[in-house]
């Protein structure tokens, strides 16, 4: 593991970075719809829905999550079951909950009103230090680095450092170098600037495209040809792997589901009837009984594998034709499934066997 240094020389400084970034960013920015305004609501909901998440993906989602939930008011007062049918298939859906959460937050503490503040912000359910740091400088034009992912990246290549950027004092010694540098009337764009580098530019997981940077010159990592050797990070502990077996129960045009208990993975959530372990047909059918399902017919289905942050799912299915229908579960159909119940997205690709 590297030492938690940052050589700056006089002739490698991150001051020069400022000018040459953000000329570039005016020309080359990707046109996103959070970035139509600099509304706190819009860049909130677009920086929770980025955290682990690609661009691509969040466009379709927060398009239509501001379309049902055009303020703070109306996320406050929604109905927790249509949030999470907004959210699904975006995954880690706490990230919905907290969102709830500090607009509810915001109403009661703030007259509704996002407020300005740095450690306010940060104050509120599920922001953090980036998020807030985002929030803080691109709406309020504070000089408050956002540092993500990117802008750890950006940052190491730049100044060659070889300390791992996961470590807390290291992430908390680059935030202060950026926020030294932060240009008065311009802090929105350059947190931007230093995202959209990392965005389409400083890449990770390969060669970044350093015949395109504007801030080559200025870069340790492609001055040593070091660019991908860093950033340094910690390897991660391997996920633990579950085996587990899906049922699709089928009963006159109806498929049963259940909710998930409250505390486990996917809380609260919209499952099909699963155990633990992938089960032999004789096992599934006794299953079957324990539950009271009364089968015509048990078919083995497709085979699955979903992969959370720390787990992953090995699933394996079967599709049970019913002659009756156990009143544990909740029998629905495949529309009133899509339109009001969320099922997360390890459960979805089931749904082409009915």
Not at 196 to 210: D, T
Not at 259 to 284: K, V
Not at 328 to 335: H, N, P, Q, S
Request: proline content about 6%.
């Amino acid at each position: 593991m590297g030492k938690t240094v940052f050589e700056i020389s006089e002739t490698n400084r991150l001051d020069e970075i400022v000018q040459p970034l953000l000329a570039w960013y005016d020309e080359n920015a990707r046109v996103l719809p959070w970035r139509e305004d600099t509304d706190p609501y819009h860049v909130w909901v677009s920086e929770i829905m980025l955290q682990q998440t690609r661009v691509e993906t969040v466009i379709p989602y927060y398009t239509r999550f501001i379309r049902h939930f055009p303020n703070i008011q109306s996320l406050a007062e929604a109905e927790e079951e249509r949030l999470l049918k907004l959210w699904e298939g975006l995954g880690y859906y706490r990230r919905a909950r907290n969102l709830q959460k500090a607009a509810q937050t915001i109403m009661a503490k703030y007259g509704g009103r996002f407020p300005e503040a740095y450690n306010d912000i940060l104050s509120l359910p599920g922001i953090g230090q980036y998020t807030a740091g985002a929030i803080a400088s691109i709406c309020f034009e504070q000089p408050v680095a956002a540092v993500d992912g990117n802008v750890l990246r950006v940052t190491a290549r730049l100044t060659g450092c070889s300390a791992d950027v996961s470590a807390p004092e290291v992430k908390k010694k680059i935030a202060g170098l950026l926020g030294e540098i932060y240009p008065a009337g311009r802090s929105g764009d350059f947190t931007q600037s230093l995202m959209e580098l990392g965005a389409v530019v400083c890449l990770p997981n390969g060669l970044p495209k350093c015949v395109v940077c504007p801030v080559a010159f200025a870069c340790r990592a492609n001055q040593t040809n070091t660019q991908t050797a860093l950033p340094v990070k910690a390897k991660k502990a391997p996920r633990k792997k579950e085996k587990k077996t899906v049922f699709l129960l089928c009963c006159e045009g109806m498929i049963a589901i259940r909710q998930r208990e409250a505390n486990a993975l996917l809380g609260g959530l919209w499952e099909f009837p699963n155990t633990a372990g992938h089960l032999t047909p004789a096992e599934a059918k006794n299953t079957l009984k324990a539950w009271g399902v009364s089968a015509a017919a048990v078919a083995e289905g497709l085979r699955r594998k979903h992969i959370f942050t720390h787990v992953e799912w090995e699933m394996a299915s079967y599709v049970v034709d019913c002659e009756n229908m156990p009143p544990e579960f909740l029998w629905v159909t495949k529309e009133m499934l899509a339109e009001d119940r969320p099922l997360p997205s390890a459960f979805r690709p089931f749904l082409s066997m009915v």
